[in-house]
């Protein structure tokens, strides 16, 4: 694509709504968008200013419309920006676009403004994800760290620190100049430490990275137990929908059945599940080890009792299954609403455990409270900050491969050519997280995920 041409997209969904935002970005977009505006001369009027006025093409007036003037380099993409807010309907979209196309424009690729954006400073490349991650974030943390992102929290740390790396790295190609007099420029217990925090800085940010799907797609909460506990009562009334088959018959559920809500700042994916027991059904045991494998993906497990058909003892046989051992684990008494032995009242009542009716629902908001708590404190705090995406991620894992081949090197005070090659590795790999270091292959892989108009 050609950097210098005139792009125009609609800003706004595809469809019919009460406006629309059509974005033309360009040298000539100010040129372009006057021949169509005969109310103004929009060569001269100030910058981020608005105007009211006809769209004429042809001698046919299209629509009226407000125009506002981005001039470079105050505007998203650092060039010429106008953006014209007219009636959301698709002909009225359509003609415009066109007319500025015959005009000189081209429409824009997916992500090409915000590519531009990168191209010309405006933004780094994480700051660039940060843009679809908020566009396409649906909860309120997924919203957060994404702004964090975008702000650019994390992308100046990381050039703050390669940029210590870099000064380093110099004096250590000065060294390399006078090999033969055996003088060190470089200070080796001030690059130790520096390496030393890059690292624990790495270790941190990989650490995140267990964050994203449940941030991005929600948190996994399977509902587990044996048949006719009421799990598939539970979920339809977590998720206060007639969602999932109940009935009095042991072996109803088969199917993994799945739905969303959000608790707190977080999305929850809640999944039901085919009870667990032993059983000659070929379909009901397919649906067991289908429940048996979401386990592995699952954050959080709901285990639920009937309080009526269970002693003690049993409870604790259930518990001790493999599968449930070093989980995050919910254990739930049902069917409070049925006359309860006291005894196992008392048992249920303990912290970890909880009773409820999920046919009466009640106490179910004591369980959503219960798991926003429980999210807080085991999956992800309020207070989180950043979360890194699969790229980040992959090259994080190579900046701390190269960090360790340094490390390696400085403690065997290994000679000085070694020791700049793997610092070049690693400068090079924190360079590809903000841009700093691209390649096409990258740019592509990241813009192409972008909406045209973004
Ligand atoms: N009394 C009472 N019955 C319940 C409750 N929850 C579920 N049931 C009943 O228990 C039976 C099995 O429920 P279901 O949700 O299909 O259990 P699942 O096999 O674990 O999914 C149905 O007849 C439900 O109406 C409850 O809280 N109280
Ligand atoms: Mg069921």
Redesign the pocket.
Known sequence: MNINDTIVSQSTPQGVGPTAVIRVSGKNSIDIVNNIFPSKDLNKVDSHTLHFGSIIYDKVIIDEVIISIFKEPRSYTKENIVEISCHGSEIIIKKIILSLIDLGARTAEKGEFTFRSFLNGNIDLSQAEAVSDLISGKSENAHKIAINHLKGVFSEKIKILRTDLINLSSLLELELDFSEEDVEFANREKLTNLINEIDDFCKVLIESFKLNNAVKDGINVIIL??????????LNSLLDDDK?????I?G??RDLIEDTITIGNNIVRFT?TA?LRDTNDKVESIGINKALEKIKDSSIILY?FDLNKTNIKSVEIELSEDYLQNKNLIIIG?????KVESIITKYFEKNDFII?????KKDINKLKNLLNQFIKDNIIDDDCEVMINERHYNTLINVRKSIDNVKENLENRSNTDLLALDIKYALDNLGQITGEVTNDEILGNIFSKFCIGK
């Open positions: 137990g044996k048949p006719n506990v009421g799990k598939s009562t539970l999932a088959i109940v009935s009095e042991p109803t559920t039901d009870g639920v049902n069917k409070s609403d049925l409820i009716s999920s046919m009466k």
